[in-house]
C-alpha cells in the first residue's frame, strides 16, 4: 500500500489557526504604533508653523499672524505678506480636509496679535486619539477628546505636551 505524501487538511487548519491568532495580537499593537506616529508627526509639523509664525510676524509686523497659505507659496516662490515661503506648499494648501499623517490642521487669527493654531484627527479613534493646540506662546498643548480648539482661552486651559 502506498502512501501518499503531503499535509493532511487538520494539519493545515491548525496552521491556519496559528496565523490567525498571532494576527489577532499583532493588528491592534500595529494600529496603536501608527496612532503614536501620526501624533508625533501632528505636534512636529505644529511646531514647524509656531516657527512660520514667528518668522512672518517678525517679517511683516505690520500684518501680523498669517494664514496657512500666507505662510505657504508656490515654487519658484518669492517671500511677500501674501507667500512667506516659510512652509512647504503642499503642507499649505493641504491642510483641511485631506490633512497630513492622519491629521487635519487649521490657525484661526482671532485679531493680528494672537493666533491659534490646532490639528485634529481625521478620524478620532483611527488616525489619532488627541487634538493639539498652540498659541503665539508656541507651547503645544494636548486635548485627549480629539476635538477642535480654535481660541486662544480654550487651547490655553489645555496641559502642555511633553517633550
Request: aromatic share 6%; charged share 10%; glycine share 8%.
Amino acid at each position: 500500500m502506498r502512501r501518499e505524501s503531503g499535509f493532511s487538511l487538520i494539519e493545515l487548519l491548525i496552521v491556519v489557526a496559528i496565523i490567525l491568532i498571532i494576527a489577532a495580537i499583532a493588528i491592534p499593537n500595529l494600529m496603536r504604533a501608527r496612532i503614536a506616529a501620526n501624533e508625533s508627526a501632528s505636534v512636529s509639523h505644529l511646531r514647524t508653523l509656531n516657527s512660520a509664525e514667528a518668522s512672518y510676524v517678525t517679517a511683516y509686523p505690520t500684518t501680523g499672524y498669517g494664514t496657512m497659505d500666507h505662510l505657504g507659496g508656490a515654487a519658484p516662490c518669492t517671500p511677500s505678506a501674501i507667500t512667506a515661503c516659510l512652509i512647504d506648499q503642499s503642507f499649505a494648501t493641504n491642510y483641511a480636509g485631506k490633512g497630513k499623517n492622519g491629521y487635519s490642521f487649521a490657525i484661526a487669527l482671532p485679531n493680528g496679535a494672537q493666533y491659534v493654531a490646532s490639528t485634529t484627527p481625521l478620524t478620532v479613534g483611527i488616525t489619532g486619539v488627541n487634538s493639539y493646540c498652540s498659541t503665539e506662546d508656541a507651547v503645544v498643548r494636548q486635548d485627549p477628546s480629539g476635538a477642535l480648539n480654535t481660541t486662544e482661552a480654550a487651547c490655553g486651559a489645555l496641559p502642555s505636551v511633553s517633550n
